[in-house]
């Protein structure tokens, strides 16, 4: 598969390297509140939101992981000004999914909050997603029934008879996905010179979801390189963007554990 990586600012790469409609899936998870300051870096929420509308194809879509910082008390809410901003521009707020977190830190009732274990994976899409392939790893407790009977009628009258149907073993999931964190999301140990790490898991359901073999995904808050990954892992060509030569030099040499010689 093709893999590019830049090193810079994520809205100036996109103009000055990525061409109109080329992107068929973003996945990213952004720094947020006081933490859009990276590494020493700022990033541009606006200039970001119209350079992906610019990239991404018709019908294409971004998935936008993100959680809002407690501040003095009270949640910051930028998450969803964030996503009302990304409407604003044109986009639709698909789905508002939820990312659960396996493992969370020990609670402190001085607080007086319940402990917080999820993070938001807002769906956005150029008109409506090309793509959804339906991920089924629910256990159906009807699994092996038949489904006959009649729907409609016809010119006649009668009773329109439909073809039975077998139920399957498993059903499509729900929106809330839970995923382990830390050192149990990755195996690559040299992911964790990185602050942040990005569960493989929650990247490769997402890549599966909304894109099919050989589509182009991007990640321009690329960090340990992820979701370069995880496309590569699942036959997709992937675009790499992080302000840091740094992440970017462990992102090439993760990527390089898994690409075939």
Known sequence: ????????????????????????????????????????????????????????????????????????????????RTALKFMEYGWRLHDT????????????????????????????SKGSPKTYNEIKDRP??????????????????????????????????????????GKSSTTDDVAFLHPAVFPEQLAADHIISWSNENDTVLDLFGGSGTVTKMAELNNRNSIYIDISEEYTELAKERLSMYEEV
Not at 19 to 25: P, Q
Not at 108 to 124: C, G, L, S, T, V
Not at 143 to 167: F, H, N, Y
């Open 1 to 80: 598969m093709n893999h590019s990586f830049y090193t810079g600012d994520n809205v100036e790469v996109l103009k000055q390297h990525v061409e109109d409609e080329s992107v068929d899936l973003t996945v990213t998870s952004p720094p947020y509140d006081d933490l859009r300051t990276y590494n020493g870096f700022e990033w541009d929420i606006d200039g970001v939101i119209e350079q992906l509308w610019r990239v991404t194809k018709r019908g294409g879509v971004v998935v936008w992981v993100v959680g809002d910082k407690t501040h003095n008390g009270s949640e910051t809410g930028t998450s969803f």
């Open 97 to 124: 999914m939820i990312y659960a977190k396996k493992t969370v830190y020990a609670h402190d009732p001085r607080n007086k909050r319940y402990k917080q274990a999820f993070e938001y994976m807002f769906i956005f």
């Open 140 to 181: 159906n407790k009807n699994a092996g029934k038949v489904l006959s009977g009649t729907k409609g009628r016809d010119k006649e009258g009668r009773k329109r008879k439909i073809k039975p149907i077998v139920i399957g073993d498993f059903q499509a999931r729900y929106n809330i996905w839970e995923y382990a964190t």
